[in-house]
């Protein structure tokens, strides 16, 4: 979608991808209506909830949410470094190097 005036233009993500935390109904009609394909994997009560209410169940994308994981894993990773963890940071630049800074010390051996 273009924007029409000044700004960034509008992006729309083709896929969310989420833990079971994310998974009511309220967030999955919202990215439905959106045209937004959500790889969110479903509560118990949920799952148990779906044949009584003569639902069926949703799909999961399981090799988008395995992805998720290696991205998760990543940022836990990032966080041992102490200035990334508390955020202390008041600029984006200083941010932005500290990100850089853990990210080549987890790259390089």
């Known amino acids: 979608l273009s924007r029409c005036g000044p700004g960034r233009p509008r992006t729309r993500p083709a896929l969310v991808v989420a833990d079971k935390g994310y998974s009511s109904t309220k967030i999955r009609s919202s990215l439905r209506r959106r045209g937004i394909t959500a790889a969110i994997p479903e509560r118990i009560d ?40 508390t955020g202390y940071d008041k600029r984006a630049r200083h941010c932005q190097a500290m990100v850089t800074l853990a990210c080549l010390r987890l790259w390089l051996p």
Request: charged share 40%; with cysteine; net charge positive.
């Open 46 to 85: 949920q799952i148990n909830g779906r044949p009584r209410r003569g639902e069926s169940r949703c799909r999961l994308d399981r090799v988008a949410y395995r992805r998720r994981n290696v991205v998760e894993r990543c940022f836990n990773r990032l966080k041992h470094n102490k200035a990334l963890a």
